[in-house]
């Protein structure tokens, strides 16, 4: 997958995107899954975690991060689509 998430800015856009068209409705032509997209989010935050005001910010981000991998596993997309929003609000 194409590192989409470099900057802070970047990982709220494409958050945004994930939660506007996952689990299952991915524009065809960007060939992505879920799993794919929630991969890019963790690699985002590693590459961006410096942005975080703290590093308590970011093992928040992190941890948000997986529990909505997990929630979306789960089939609750809800609840993963809102920790995801939380995750993009952070600073």
């Known amino acids: 997958m194409t590192n989409w998430c470099t900057t802070k800015s970047e990982l709220d856009d494409f ?11 991915f524009p065809a032509r960007r ?4 799993v794919s997209a929630l991969e890019e989010i963790m690699s985002g ?5 410096h942005e975080f005001k703290g590093e308590g910010a970011a093992l928040t981000a992190r941890r ?3 529990e909505a991998k997990t ?8 609840k993963g689509a809102h920790l995801l929003q939380d ?3 952070l600073r």
């Open 87 to 89: 995750l993009a609000a």
């Open 45 to 49: 935050l590693e590459r961006c975690a």
């Open 31 to 34: 060939k992505m899954t879920m």
């Open 71 to 78: 929630a979306y596993a789960r089939g609750e997309v809800n």
């Open 15 to 25: 958050i945004a995107f994930v939660v506007l068209y996952g689990p299952d409705n």
């Open 64 to 66: 948000l991060a997986i």
